[in-house]
């Protein structure tokens, strides 16, 4: 029995930990749906109809955020420019990466990599 | 959330009142994970996991659903799907093989002053004729890409239950019978997610989180599962052996309310470990291999235990076993030596 009392004080340790240290805090970001549409852009993106979804819960999110004045969450402009470019429109692409690229510094050189395999420049 | 939130504080209260001498170690987050204070990490680029339980279809939910928890920490985490084409693109199309690159290139290619490994170690799954329940154990560990050093590890477990809602009744009960029959089927996406996140909850926030290098001082309350005692370093029984009860994974201590539900392992013992068949892991890191106990903490690579308000690092064997004593009946293990917190524990 002692054992299950152990059990259940480390868990309600836990549980004060986070229930008390950190007040709820609004998100950083908007998200969207996005873990959800991600998720299975990944497992299934060559899935036209997953694609065209997770390309507008994309857009959705870009629109949302600007509109509420929010930084955009990491990686979301490039992961729009990258379906952009999967769907042949590689000239809006380009600005997303650079939106990514503006937006976050941590991905200059990774955004640069990307578009001089892409288009060939740097 | 609530409801197992006022169950935990109901039993610690009726616990507390009990008296019995379990002490609670205090400690800063800055003394807790001093690595990622002294580095701060802007950016993070996660690595394809790596499974080593049974489940293989799994896998990659736990690499889509790892970027909002890590950028709600307040880091810029690199697109996973752009990173996997880049990839791609280099040939390297085996997840192992890009687990084996050196984070050094990897800071190259990415500049990422951090690279996450994510190990998925556990997979259970339980039924009964009303329920099923899914459980998952993941190791996350850090690595600093300019020197190669691991600034944090942590553990996470997390569960999934479905089917009969214990906090229906009766009426519930048979509703509820009817539904499971139709649909017990757990959700990866949503599990995956539960664990990633409370396993980054525990990161301290990185440069656009709003408590960015505040959380410094935040203190963090962890029971000890240890005792410090004339310089040896007592547990109890189960920390050693688990309870050795036969059969599969349903857990002893869990609510059967449906959802999705996880927990940082901290050295908690709160599932008398039946989830873990074993307690030692092997973790792959920036090309090596490390064995490591889960219910331990590590500090450059070196196993503690948090007890009386000290880390209290242990003997390791080189192959990263942790060797225990027995003395009339009391488990111990080997002290190798003890790093006093600052802040003062609590009893």
Not at chain 2, 100 to 127: R, S
Not at chain 2, 173 to 188: C, K
Not at chain 2, 249 to 274: E, I, T
Request: hydrophobic share 35%; proline share 4%; glycine share 8%.
């Amino acid at each position: 029995m002692i054992h299950v009392k152990h059990v259940i004080v480390s868990l309600s340790a836990a549980l004060l930990l986070a229930g008390c240290a950190n007040t709820p805090q609004p998100p950083l970001y908007s998200w969207g749906d996005y873990v959800k549409s991600s998720t299975r852009y990944g497992m299934d993106g060559h899935n036209k109809e997953v694609l065209e979804q997770h390309s507008a819960e994309l857009k959705k999110i870009i629109d949302e955020s600007e509109m509420n004045k929010q930084k955009v969450a990491p990686g979301i402009y490039a992961e729009y420019g990258q379906i952009l470019y999967e769907t042949g429109k590689k000239e809006d692409a380009k600005r997303y990466f650079m939106l990514e690229q503006t937006t976050y510094p941590e991905s200059a050189i990774f955004m640069s990599q990307i578009m001089k395999k892409l288009y060939g420049e740097g | 959330m609530k409801r197992l939130l006022s169950i935990g504080f109901l039993t610690l209260t009726a616990f507390l009142l009990t008296g019995c001498g379990q002490t609670i170690s205090q400690v800063s987050k800055g003394e807790f994970y001093p690595k990622v204070y002294a580095h701060q990490p802007k950016s993070i680029l996660v690595l394809p996991a790596r499974n080593t339980t049974t489940s293989v279809d799994a896998t990659d939910h736990f690499r889509y659903t790892i970027t909002k928890p890590l950028a709600e920490q307040g880091y810029y985490v690199f697109p996973v799907h752009l990173v996997d084409a880049f990839f791609k693109s280099e040939n390297l199309t085996d997840p192992e093989m890009v687990r084996q690159i050196p984070v050094k290139k990897l800071k190259e290619i990415f500049d990422a002053d951090a690279v996450l490994y994510v190990d998925i170690n556990t997979w259970d799954t339980g039924y009964t004729v009303f329920s099923s329940n899914v459980d998952v154990g993941l190791s996350f560990s850090l690595v600093d890409t300019k020197t190669g050093e691991e600034i944090w590890q942590n553990n996470a477990y997390a569960y999934s239950y479905q089917g009969l809602d214990g906090n229906n009744g009766l009426a519930g009960l048979i509703v509820s019978a009817i539904a499971t029959a139709i649909n017990t089927g757990t959700d990866y996406t949503a599990l995956a997610y539960t664990a990633n996140n409370v396993g980054s909850r525990q990161l301290p926030q990185g440069v656009y989180g709003r408590a960015y290098q505040k959380d410094m001082e935040e203190k963090i309350a962890i029971l000890d599962s240890a005792r410090l005692e004339n310089g040896k370093l007592y547990v109890d029984e189960y920390f050693i052996s688990g309870i050795k009860t036969e059969g599969k994974v349903p857990l002893k201590v869990r609510q059967y309310q449906k959802g999705y539900f996880a927990f940082p392992v901290n050295n908690l013992n709160f599932f008398q470990h039946n989830g873990y068949s074993n307690y030692y892991v092997t973790q792959e890191i920036n090309g090596k291999k490390f064995l490591r106990n889960r219910f331990f903490q590590y500090e450059n690579g070196f196993p503690y235990l948090l007890a009386n308000g000290k880390k209290v690092f242990v003997f390791a064997e080189s192959d990263g076993t942790i060797p225990h004593s027995e003395e009339n009946g009391k488990y111990y293990f080997q002290i190798d030596h003890i790093v006093d917190l600052k802040t003062q524990p609590k009893s």
